[in-house]
């Protein structure tokens, strides 16, 4: 156990729908990432979260968004899915130099 | 901005023969730089980092330094065994070793070692 949790570890839904990927950081850490990896573009930095502010911004859709709530878990929102959203969404947290720890991921599958 | 180039893959390997993942980067500044193995069905794990030019970061009977001279940080070990099959990602991320803000990863290299 990495002590970053995420769920569902899977996920089907169909296209048009719209889900919610949660991530429970590592104790004490205060930034969460999330990084999207699919076969095509391989592992992607979606954005960052530190004690409840958003810190940086990757390549992420304007149908999907982030937040991270008080208690510093945080919760990926994906809208109006396409057959291209399928991919492991991974979540990660951090905090100075002890380094990242990332979450076993959620497999999302889109049909 | 910031790219990690990994050589292509997939590697197969017998045990206990001798590899060598390459692994090239572009940033600006002075970046740390990391290794991560994933094996199948689990998230990525650390396996060795790097935060300065000519460290050497080692584990588990592996290693990378970090070459600044030619941007590289290219991860060995003496002997695989069976159990290193897995995914191998090269990353980048923030200078000074702190781990804030985002890592840039390769595309990743499959490793396949037979006994």
């Known amino acids: 156990d990495s002590g970053v949790t995420q769920t569902p570890k899977h996920l089907i839904t169909a296209t048009g729908q719209r889900v919610t990927l949660r991530c429970s950081p590592r104790?004490?850490?205060?930034?969460v990432y999330w990084y999207q990896q699919s076969l095509d573009q391989g592992l992607q930095f979606l954005i960052q979260?530190?004690?409840?502010?958003?810190?940086a911004k990757g390549n992420i859709l304007e149908r999907f968004s982030a937040q991270q709530f008080p208690d510093l878990h945080s919760e990926l929102n994906l809208s109006s899915l396409e057959l291209g959203d399928s991919a492991l969404y991974f979540c990660?947290?951090?905090?100075?130099?002890?380094?990242?720890?990332f979450g076993s991921g959620t497999r999302l599958t889109v049909v | 901005g910031n790219s990690v180039t990994q050589m292509e893959g997939p590697v197969t390997l017998s045990e206990e023969a001798f590899l060598t993942i390459n692994c090239t980067y572009t940033?600006?500044?002075?970046?740390?730089l990391f290794w991560y193995v994933q094996y199948p069905g689990e998230g990525l794990q650390l396996l060795l980092k790097?935060?300065?030019?000519?460290d050497k970061g080692s584990n588990k009977g592996f290693e990378a330094t970090y070459r600044k001279e030619t941007t590289s940080f290219h991860l060995e070990k003496g002997s695989v065994q069976v159990s290193d099959s897995a995914v191998y990602f090269c990353?980048?991320?923030?200078?000074?070793?702190?781990?804030?803000?985002?890592?840039?990863f390769g595309q990743g290299t499959i490793l396949t070692v037979h006994p």
């Open positions: 940033a600006t500044g002075y970046p740390s």
């Open positions: 990353a980048l991320g923030n200078a000074g070793g702190t781990s804030y803000g985002k890592l840039t």
């Open positions: 990660a947290s951090s905090a100075g130099f002890t380094g990242y720890t």
């Open positions: 790097a935060t300065k030019a000519d």
């Open positions: 104790s004490g850490d205060l930034s």
């Open positions: 979260y530190y004690n409840g502010e958003e810190r």
